[in-house]
């Protein structure tokens, strides 16, 4: 069901990648830390998190601005 852990954080997901697709970091990293939030083991997320990373790197932007 949507309201469990796991579907929260695959919907949470599904809002990060969309916000990265569109450029909105902030927004990726907040609602990807939320899935992980919700289900600590839920990898898509974490590789959302870690593909943000590598985005702000390759930008040359400071990745403590963001992390």
Same mark, same amino acid.
């Given at each position: 069901?949507? +309201?469990?852990? /796991?579907?929260?954080? /695959?919907?949470?997901?599904?809002?990060?990648?969309? !916000?990265?697709?569109?450029?909105?970091?902030?927004?990726?990293? +907040?609602?990807?830390? /939320?899935?992980?939030?919700?289900? %600590? +083991?839920? !990898?898509?997320? %974490?590789?959302?998190?870690?593909?943000?990373?590598?985005?702000?790197?390759?930008?040359?932007?400071?990745?403590?601005?963001?992390?």
């Amino acid at each position: 069901p949507a +309201t469990s852990d /796991e579907g929260k954080a /695959e919907l949470k997901t599904a809002v990060g990648s969309a !916000y990265a697709a569109l450029g909105n970091l902030d927004g990726a990293k +907040t609602a990807f830390t /939320e899935a992980i939030a919700s289900q %600590k +083991t839920h !990898y898509p997320a %974490k590789l959302g998190l870690a593909r943000l990373r590598a985005i702000a790197q390759d930008r040359g932007w400071r990745i403590l601005d963001l992390f």
